[in-house]
């Protein structure tokens, strides 16, 4: 055992303040980390979303992360950034304590336990990054830095062992509880999956049409005040998503669409969205799940649906390069398009995307197979006829320039997948610059949104 003469002798002022400044750079990379968590779960994307192998949100949304923030109400960026406060704070009290003479045995200890919850913190992280099989860019900041504040602690601090250690536990485990205590009200309101923060926004829109109990106003009115009231609750980083959508809608060239082969709503409807989507695309799912929210919320009649296959695999979309072993993609792209004509395809589109994770060749049969035998659909994906269908959706959604999916185009204009963009477009019928959005904060049409 060492002596616990040899923690003041290790934790001198300058390796606190170098721990210190590790956990408050470590505070401000989670922040931003959470930042763009939210920004992904509204619609948009994340500076580190590479796509493929290098792609936070796929991390992020993986069955661990989503666990992580399922059971405990922080997303793993919020507990980055519980370690960091505890990372600044410990070190801060020892600094403290130290200039005023008194003694920091516990605290060294509690520093020290800091940094082996952090490298344990890494390596689950670095797990669930093999199973997702994805790497988180952004998240490799924090491993430096946990890293460099474990290098100090555990390594240049060895020689003081752990002395007090209960106390320094339970200072440890305190701090650590008081900032999850903290931090829980954002972690709540922060979205699970991807569009959750604008689906919810919708959804409190309708709800709040339902219960108004006020004098009834004119059609048009009740719209314009529906669209006001929307844009007034959206937080800060959801109005810029807004903004930002809507400014893509106006910049963008009007194409003619082609011929809808299987339109979910009226024809004479006044907006009519065309969604492009791949099977295994998150992005897609929150679009579908959006789509169900706004049928639910506003009047028959309001907006039609054109589905459009754009898979993700170069075996049978020549515009991408890469493609996974399994055919998923493909096979279940053409399995939407065989179902076309029997008015089944968005029942196979829900039971596909309900089951995103994991989903296989294998599968796409299982699933479509109360919809259609298995020796006719396989018979329909070879044809070369799904084959004809397949290639004009693709050439049809490369008139849009975009880095990704789903592809969202409004009445022949590039929108974006985000719920309240397309409750407010529904809501003033295509009318981009309606008088009740002058609130909103100015559109950047380069903005990576999907």
């Known amino acids: 055992m060492h002596s616990v003469d040899e923690a003041p002798r290790v934790a001198t002022p300058r390796s606190l303040g170098k721990l210190v400044a590790l956990g408050a750079l470590s505070a401000l990379w989670a922040v931003v980390l959470w930042e763009e968590l939210v920004l992904v779960r509204s619609g948009g994307s994340s500076f580190c979303g590479f796509g493929g192998k290098?792609?936070?949100?796929?991390?992020?949304?993986?069955?661990?992360?989503?666990?992580?923030?399922?059971?405990?109400?922080?997303?793993?960026?919020?507990?980055?950034?519980?370690?960091?406060?505890?990372?600044?704070?410990?070190?801060?009290?020892?600094?403290?304590?130290?200039?005023?003479?008194?003694?920091?045995?516990?605290?060294?200890?509690?520093?020290?336990?800091?940094?082996?919850?952090?490298?344990?913190?890494?390596?689950?992280?670095?797990?669930?990054?093999?199973?997702?099989?994805?790497?988180?860019?952004?998240?490799?900041?924090?491993?430096?830095?946990?890293?460099?504040?474990?290098?100090?602690?555990?390594?240049?601090?060895?020689?003081?062992?752990?002395?007090?250690?209960?106390?320094?536990?339970?200072?440890?485990?305190?701090?650590?509880?008081?900032?999850?205590?903290?931090?829980?009200?954002?972690?709540?309101?922060?979205?699970?999956?991807?569009?959750?923060?604008?689906?919810?926004?919708?959804?409190e829109a309708a709800r709040s049409e339902t219960a108004d109990a006020g004098p009834r106003t004119s059609a048009d009115a009740r719209r314009d005040e529906k669209v006001s009231e929307l844009v007034g609750s959206l937080e800060p980083a959801l109005r810029q998503t807004l903004a930002d959508s809507l400014a893509i809608y106006r910049a963008s060239t009007t194409q003619q669409p082609p011929a809808p082969r299987a339109l979910v709503g009226s024809d004479l409807a006044p907006v009519r969205i065309t969604e492009f989507t791949d099977i295994l695309c998150e992005h897609c799912a929150g679009l579908h799940e959006t789509i169900k929210t706004l049928r639910e919320s506003l009047p028959p009649g309001s907006f039609s649906v054109d589905s459009r296959q754009f898979p993700l695999d170069s075996r049978c979309n020549p515009i991408v390069t890469g493609s996974r072993e399994d055919d998923v993609r493909c096979v279940a792209a053409k399995a939407r398009i065989c179902l076309e004509p029997s008015g089944n395809e968005p029942k196979l589109a829900e039971a596909l995307f309900a089951r995103q994770k994991g989903l296989t060749r294998e599968k796409v049969f299982e699933i479509a197979a109360p919809f259609m035998p298995r020796p006719a659909l396989e018979a329909c994906i070879a044809a070369p006829e799904t084959a004809a269908k397949l290639a004009e959706d693709i050439s049809a959604a490369s008139k849009y320039d975009s880095d990704g999916t789903p592809i969202v185009v409004v009445n022949g204009r590039k929108g974006t997948s985000f719920g309240p963009f397309l409750y407010t477009i529904i809501q003033t019928r295509g009318d981009a610059d309606h008088p009740a959005l002058s609130v909103l904060p100015p559109g950047d049409t380069t903005a990576h949104l999907h």
């Open 54 to 203: 290098f792609d936070c949100d796929a991390v992020w949304s993986g069955a661990l992360a989503s666990t992580v923030h399922k059971l405990t109400g922080l997303p793993i960026a919020g507990w980055g950034l519980v370690w960091s406060a505890v990372a600044f704070f410990l070190p801060l009290v020892a600094l403290v304590r130290s200039a005023e003479g008194k003694r920091i045995d516990p605290l060294v200890s509690a520093v020290r336990l800091t940094g082996v919850a952090g490298i344990l913190a890494v390596a689950v992280m670095l797990a669930g990054s093999v199973i997702a099989g994805a790497v988180c860019i952004g998240c490799i900041g924090t491993y430096v830095l946990v890293g460099a504040y474990a290098f100090i602690s555990l390594l240049q601090w060895r020689p003081a062992g752990f002395p007090s250690a209960r106390r320094g536990a339970t200072l440890a485990a305190g701090a650590a509880l008081v900032f999850f205590l903290l931090l829980l009200y954002p972690g709540l309101r922060t979205p699970k999956t991807s569009g959750e923060a604008g689906r919810r926004a919708v959804a």
